[in-house]
């Protein structure tokens, strides 16, 4: 997604069988490139914290860590998602 000079990188993933075939690599590259070319000058994204393998796709395209978040819910009985 694009907004002026920012660019953020959403739902980048690659299916089970085709992992560590450069694919995420590849596909992150293309989209940072095309949104340079459409004059973006920041690129972000979120990831999780154990997402090892993306991490290193990012690290790669010179991502660094600047905070980490998470998801904050009221307490509902066990077992159950609540908003």
């Known amino acids: 997604m694009q ?8 739902d980048v993933v690659t299916a089970n069988g085709e992992r560590n075939r450069g694919l995420g690599t590849a596909l992150a590259t293309e989209l940072l490139r095309r949104a340079h070319e459409d004059r973006a000058a920041i690129a972000y994204l979120q990831v999780s ?16 860590d600047r905070y980490a978040y998470w998801y904050r819910s009221e307490p509902g009985p066990a077992g159950s998602l609540s908003a």
């Open 3 to 10: 907004e002026d000079e920012l660019v953020g990188l959403y």
């Open 49 to 64: 914290a154990d997402n090892v393998a993306a991490r290193h796709v990012y690290r790669k395209l010179g991502f660094a």
